[in-house]
Every structure is written in structure tokens, then in C-alpha cells.
């Protein structure tokens, strides 16, 4: 066969994996791979990296697709890794393509040379690489992109040195990694189910815990329908990214808190837990006591062999969750439907000073958001309240899955861009919105119809609260005075204004159907003080 160059064989690669997206915020290193960019994949530019990963992180977890993002080496590799511990968290297949100095120059370290460069980006990455010839790089790529649509799912590093690009390759190298496949989904054993099924008949309070990895609309129907037969309340796993059962569903109990011994308090009822697509469990604020309550026996599905290896109680099983679910909804014995009721929503405090409180902000998106409406949330304000949001379908909320700010701006472009059907709603507190601004001029200058609602309070809210919990006392470094939301959207060439009271949100929330490029509307908060 003739000879093809590499950058011919790389888009090839990337064109079997369905890729027709490319995030990235490129560098001099990187102007050799964009000179052969092909027609077919567009290359969305970023301002800065952190945001390009969030926006392909979005783009991939929407659009249950391999995102792909394209960096400058070490340094713009380092300026994203904030956001790569979000991904790396919430098993996001993201392909990351980092630029390397031209070969000659790398032994001199030259500068722009990425030193070391596959342990950069440990341990947020699966794998990482950097080829031995130029000739590897399309098989290191799709070596990659397999590795992180491979269960556990998950970020992948590839280091290509600039003069790689161009250089010639034998095009029978090259054919055979465009029809490539891996099955990277394992499935819990036949006998395992079985075992699950008899625990969840014999017990006499069984209850159902959910984590992100059961929200897919498969996944939806399938807990629902085990949920359902079973007579199983339903709890989300403490600090969810993702919202994984309908919220206004009789079985849905709402959220676990965050300590250890709050999470064994708050399921001391119940004698099993069956954990689905969750980890056990990702606590946060310091509650000491015991995983669970004397006597109670935890069981659970996984797909990551970390996840199930370091959880704090339980007998874990490492297969496909919504899989397991499914099968389970058809094997367990019927039961009455689950005991206690759903959550009744608190009356949300009234407006005081022109102010408004979290709860009363988020029940006016809620009443005004479109019903196929997505919202990705960066409120740190409000990230224990998101259950006062409906949501009847399967992914329609997302937050950063390590906790790290600077995400959900940027990711909700990606994940406007993964379905243009569904209205996007950004809801961001004033603090989280100064990480990654920028990705607001990516969403001016492509049309990306996302409306953002920045809640502002001029203070690190949840941090507040966190004070007062570590009983730290109040020194002013927390204020975020002067912050003026309207005036950077602005600047960044997005339509945007304050707003007076909670009916002007409504009617913006309510036409982000309709619009036809970004917007940014900015509500004022009261203090967490």
C-alpha cells in the first residue's frame, strides 16, 4: 500500500471512534497537528485549557461519546489539570492530545519541551504515552481511545512531538486501527445476580442507593423498574454529579448526606443497601461514626475495581451497574411499594433586601425551565438543594464530580453543543464564574445558546458555611466585594443583565427554549452569614 503521513492516519483513527469534535487551546506545539485538520471534525478553541477540558468533558459525558482535547503541553496540560481531576472522577473517555517539542530538541529540553511528559498528568489519567516513533502515534492514539471507552471508563494522555505530523507511514500500518473494537463492558456473573435478587427478597427493609453511573435512559428505566417491583426506597449517593432517578417519583428519598455517620443514620432503617453505580461512598464534611448501622449488610455494583476495592463497607461486584439492574428488576420477588413518602420541599426563606435565598432561586428555575431542560450546576451555594429540581429523563443534571470550580461554565458549552435539542441552564454562583470565564467568548463566538444564571452573593458561600462548621472564625477573606458579572459577560460579547426579583429570572429561564445564542442573567443571593 502507498504511503500516508501520520496526521492522515491520527483523523482516521479519531473518525472511527465517532469524533467530529476537537476542544483545544493550542500552542506552538500544536500548529502541526491543526495544519491537517480535516473538513469533517471542527476544532472548537478555548481561550484557556482548563475550560477546553471542561468543555469536551461535558461534550463527552452528554453526548456519551470520546471527547477529545487538544493542549499545550506541560504548561497548558497543567493549567487544565484542575478540571482533568473532574473528569478523572466522573469516568469521563476523554482523549487528551498534548503537543511535545520536535524530537532534536526534547533531549536538550528545548524550550516548550514537556519533560517527563507521561507522568504529567498522573494520576488523573488511565494511561499515558508519548510514542518511540512517529509511525506509532495513530496506534498509540487508538490504543488510547479504546483504553478510555474501556469500563472503567475515563481520561487517557497521548504526547505527539510537533515534527511527528507530517512524517510518512506505511498506510498498511495504519488501515487496520480505523476497524478496531473493544467490548471494554463487563457484566456482573449470572450466580452474582442470583445472590442479589435472594438478598433483596429475604430482607425486611431493603433500600436502593444511586450514583452517576446509572444515568443513561437505560439506566433510568431499569432502576426505575427495580425500584418499582422491589418496593425500594431510593437514595442518590452522597456528592452526586449526576442526578440518576426522577425526582418527583414516590420512591425517591433524595440525597445521603455527606458525613459517614450521618450516611449510617440517615439509612438506619433499612437492614440492606444495594448500592448501584455508585461509589461508597464519597463523603465530604467530617461526620465521625460507622459506615453503616450495626447489623446492616451493604451490597453493590460498580463498574471501576477502584471504586469497589476502597469502599468503606460492603460486598462490591465489579460489572456494568445498569446491566445489573436490569436483570435484577426481572428476578426479585414483588413487594409493596416502598415504605415512608417522598420528600416534601421546605417553604424557601423570603426575599430579604432585594435578596434572594438559594431555595427560592432554584424553585423559580424549576418552574420556569423547559421540561427537556438540562441544568449543569456550579453553585456551591446550593449543591445539597439540587433535589427541588424536576427531572423526569435521564441526563439532565451535572455537576463537577471532584468539586473543583471552574468546570460547570464551560462544561455546560460542551454539553450544549452534544445536543442542541435539549435548552442548557448554567446555574453558577459569582465565585465559581471566575475560574474560567473565558468559555463564555467560545459560546459568543460559536452561538452556543446556553443561559446562564449567575447567583451572586459576593462571597465564597459554601465556604461560609463550611466556617462555621470548623468553627473558623470570620476574617473578611472569604468576601468577594466589587465582582460585576454583567460587565465581564459583557466583554466577552454575551447578551446580559441583572435582574430585580425572582419573576424577571423566570421569564428568562422560561425562553431558554427559544434562544438562539448565550445569555447571562445575574440574581442577587442572600449571604450563607
Request: proline share 8%.
Amino acid at each position: 500500500m502507498p504511503a500516508i503521513d501520520v496526521a492522515q492516519a491520527f483523523y482516521d483513527v479519531l473518525r472511527a471512534r465517532g469524533v467530529t469534535r476537537i476542544f483545544g487551546n493550542p500552542g506552538s506545539n500544536e500548529l502541526t497537528m491543526l495544519k491537517h485538520l480535516p473538513d469533517d471534525i471542527e476544532y472548537v478553541l478555548a481561550l484557556q485549557e482548563g475550560a477546553a477540558i471542561a468543555m469536551a468533558d461535558g461534550f463527552a459525558q452528554a453526548s456519551g461519546t470520546l471527547g477529545v482535547v487538544n493542549l499545550h503541553s506541560s504548561s497548558g496540560t497543567g493549567n487544565a489539570m484542575g478540571n482533568l481531576t473532574n473528569s478523572a472522577a466522573a469516568h469521563v473517555p476523554l482523549l487528551v492530545i498534548a503537543g511535545q517539542q520536535s524530537r532534536r530538541y526534547v533531549p536538550l529540553n528545548a524550550m516548550l519541551t514537556n519533560v517527563d511528559a507521561t507522568r504529567l498528568a498522573d494520576p488523573l489519567v488511565k494511561w499515558a504515552t508519548e510514542p518511540l516513533r512517529p509511525d506509532d502515534v495513530p496506534l498509540a492514539v487508538s490504543q488510547a481511545a479504546l483504553l478510555a471507552q474501556s469500563a472503567p471508563t475515563g481520561p487517557v494522555f497521548v504526547s505527539v512531538p510537533l515534527d511527528d505530523w507530517a512524517r510518512p507511514m506505511d498506510a498498511a500500518e495504519a488501515a487496520p486501527l480505523s476497524t478496531r473494537r473493544v467490548a471494554g463492558a463487563p457484566v456482573v456473573a449470572e450466580g452474582v445476580i442470583d445472590e442479589i435478587a435472594a438478598a433483596l427478597d429475604a430482607a425486611r427493609s431493603p433500600v436502593l442507593v444511586l450514583g452517576p453511573g446509572v444515568d443513561t435512559e437505560a439506566g433510568w428505566a431499569a432502576t426505575r423498574a427495580l425500584s418499582e417491583r422491589a418496593g425500594l426506597p431510593v437514595w442518590v449517593a452522597p456528592s452526586p454529579s449526576r442526578a440518576p432517578f426522577p425526582t418527583r417519583h414516590p420512591h425517591f428519598r433524595g440525597i445521603l448526606p455527606t458525613g459517614l455517620g450521618a450516611v449510617a443514620e440517615t439509612l438506619a432503617a433499612h437492614d440492606l443497601v444495594l448500592t448501584l453505580g455508585a461509589a461508597v461512598f464519597r463523603y465530604h464534611q467530617f461526620v465521625d461514626g460507622s459506615p453503616l448501622a450495626a447489623g446492616a449488610r451493604l451490597i453493590g455494583v460498580t463498574s471501576d475495581p477502584g471504586e469497589a476495592a476502597r469502599a468503606a463497607v460492603g460486598e462490591l461486584s465489579v460489572g456494568e451497574p445498569v446491566d445489573a439492574a436490569a436483570r435484577l428488576s426481572v428476578r426479585v420477588a414483588p413487594r409493596a411499594s416502598a415504605p415512608g413518602n417522598a420528600p416534601a420541599l421546605e417553604a424557601a426563606p423570603p426575599e430579604a433586601d432585594g435578596a434572594q435565598s438559594a431555595a427560592a432561586i432554584l424553585d423559580t428555575v424549576d418552574r420556569a425551565k423547559p421540561d427537556d431542560a438540562v441544568v449543569v450546576l456550579e453553585w456551591t451555594s446550593a449543591d445539597a438543594l439540587w433535589a427541588r429540581l424536576t427531572f423526569d429523563r435521564a441526563q439532565s443534571y451535572y455537576f463537577p464530580a471532584n468539586g473543583g470550580l471552574g468546570w460547570g461554565l464551560p462544561a455546560a458549552v460542551g454539553v450544549q453543543l452534544a445536543d442542541p435539542t435539549r435548552p442548557v441552564i448554567a446555574v453558577i454562583g459569582d465565585g465559581a464564574m471566575q475560574y474560567t470565564p473565558s468559555a463564555l467568548w467560545t459560546a459568543a463566538r460559536y452561538g452556543i445558546p446556553v443561559t446562564f444564571v449567575i447567583c451572586q452573593n459576593r462571597e465564597y458561600g459554601a465556604l461560609q458555611r463550611f466556617s462555621r462548621f470548623l468553627e473558623v472564625p470570620d476574617g473578611g477573606y472569604l468576601d468577594l466585594p466589587g465582582l460585576d458579572p454583567v460587565a465581564i459577560a459583557e466583554g466577552y460579547g454575551i447578551d446580559s443583565r441583572r435582574v430585580d426579583g425572582l419573576d424577571d429570572l423566570e421569564e428568562v429561564v422560561r425562553q431558554a427554549a427559544s434562544a438562539t445564542g448565550p445569555r447571562l442573567v445575574v440574581v442577587t443571593q442572600q449571604s450563607q452569614r
